[in-house]
């Protein structure tokens, strides 16, 4: 009879246990069952980190959530994207440069590049928001010209944006971008950051200064977003792919009406036919006959193939140009 009496105790208790815990739903509303605060229920002051780690709660309760983390899938995406990781390895203080400064690495939307955003501090607020858009050289990174500008922008309060545009092995055409493909990145990004149209100053050095007059091409035909082009020791081949379209008239009789240039050539140019200064000096005949104004062509006695960012007066020469135009 104890053994009996022992046994129906149990099962009261065990029973009436079940209905605690919500075990037995069908006597419950669940309408009126309140979350549990975790943080009320196990004071953290009374438990350590490893302890709190293995607590098992009733499904019903609702923990609160940390803030997520900060990385996005876009840069999850970048972070295994082998051309960033080339750029890293290859650029390592230039690289810890642009972290420090704060700029983000976004990749391009088709995922085959990335490209380097930095914007000073209040931009998003400023009633002028200028911006640099800029290419690096042959065989070279985004990293370099987001070095070799940031001082300077910072200074005066522009954004960049620098786009590695070079895939990270080869001299081919199709071991970069082309201007079809590059203009419509650099689109995206100055439409996203609700830049005015006219006060993007387009940067191209050596081969990304070659690019630069089709970069125009397309923005004259577009927004317009361009309010001066900087052609940095890099001519307008007329032999050169993407000059095609402009000399055989595909964009019209005058390409280059209303844009704004700054050519630099240096006189100890080892090419220069090309991107020294005879080849400079055919570039701004050519887009002047096209209908552009170049408002400064800089020639120096000095400077060799990267002299433009050698010499701090060259690049402040043709940024007052560039705060002229857009009134700053």
């Known amino acids: 009879m104890m053994k009996r009496d022992l046994m129906k105790f149990l099962t009261k208790l065990v029973c009436l246990g079940l209905v605690i815990v919500g075990c037995r739903p069908q006597a419950l509303d669940p309408t009126k069952i309140q979350p549990l605060d ?3 229920i196990f004071p953290t002051k009374m438990l350590p980190q490893t302890a709190i780690a293995t607590i098992v709660l009733p499904a019903s309760t609702v923990l609160p959530t940390a803030n997520p983390p900060t990385l996005t899938p876009t840069q999850v995406e970048l972070s295994a994207q082998p051309l960033f990781q080339q750029a890293r390895e290859a650029n390592p ?3 810890q440069f642009a972290v420090d400064k704060g700029a983000k690495f976004v990749p391009t939307s088709v995922g085959k590049s ?3 955003l930095w914007t000073p501090e209040g931009f998003d607020q400023a009633p002028l928001r200028p911006i640099i858009a800029t290419l690096h050289g042959h065989a070279s990174w985004a990293l370099d010209e987001f070095f070799l500008w940031q001082p300077y922008a910072e200074e005066r309060g522009f954004g960049i944006v620098a786009l590695q545009w070079w ?11 082309l201007p079809q493909a590059m203009y419509p990145i650099f689109e995206e990004v100055l439409l996203n950051q609700g830049i005015t149209p006219g006060t993007v100053l387009f940067h ?3 081969r990304g200064s070659a690019n630069s007059y089709a970069m125009t091409a397309l923005d004259r035909r577009g927004n317009q977003f361009f309010g001066l082009t900087i052609s940095n020791a890099g001519g307008m081949a007329k032999d050169f792919p993407p000059n095609g379209d402009i000399i055989n008239g595909n964009f019209g009789a005058t390409p280059f009406g209303g844009a704004h240039w700054v050519m630099y050539c240096g006189e100890k140019d080892p090419t220069p036919d090309r991107a020294g200064c005879a080849g400079m000096q055919a570039a701004r005949d050519l887009v002047t006959s096209y209908g552009a104004t170049v408002d400064l062509f800089i ?16 690049v402040n020469k043709a940024l007052d140009v560039f705060d002229k135009l857009i009134g700053k």
């Open 38 to 40: 975790p943080t009320k």
């Open 93 to 95: 203080d230039r690289y």
């Open 114 to 116: 990335c490209y380097v």
């Open 167 to 177: 895939f990270g092995g080869g001299d081919a055409m199709s071991d970069y971008y």
């Open 204 to 206: 191209g050095f050596s």
């Open 299 to 314: 020639d120096d006695p000095t400077g060799d193939h990267g002299g433009f960012h050698q010499n701090p007066v060259n």
